[in-house]
């Protein structure tokens, strides 16, 4: 009997398959997804929220080399830049840079 009103939390496992199911091989019909539903599916189990990371990572660097930039005008200028925080920024940067660099995609 369907209940009306609010569903449970629960309703959209019902609705799903879990990670086990996905990894089956592709002639195990007891899940029937379209081929392509189920390669994105399967690349975003191996690789969860990549797209999300790499909008992260993108705006970190972004920061981080504005504050470089910044930091770059303003010792131009004639101000005193510590040291140390240009060490950050140039630090913060290239990791930022380099995650972006590590979280491409691996196949073709």
Known sequence: ??????EPLTYWLRISCS????????????????????KKLLQESKNPFRGLR???????SAS??????IMCIRSFAGETVLMSDLTIQLIAF????????????KSP
């Open 1 to 6: 009997m369907p209940v009306s009103g609010i």
């Open 19 to 38: 990670t086990p199911e996905l990894h089956r091989h592709s002639n195990d019909f007891s899940v029937n997804l379209d081929p392509k539903i189920r």
């Open 54 to 60: 790499r909008v992260v990572w993108f705006a970190l």
């Open 64 to 69: 981080a080399g504005m504050g470089l930039l």
């Open 94 to 105: 290239f990791a930022f840079s380099s995650f972006i660099i590590l979280d491409r995609s």
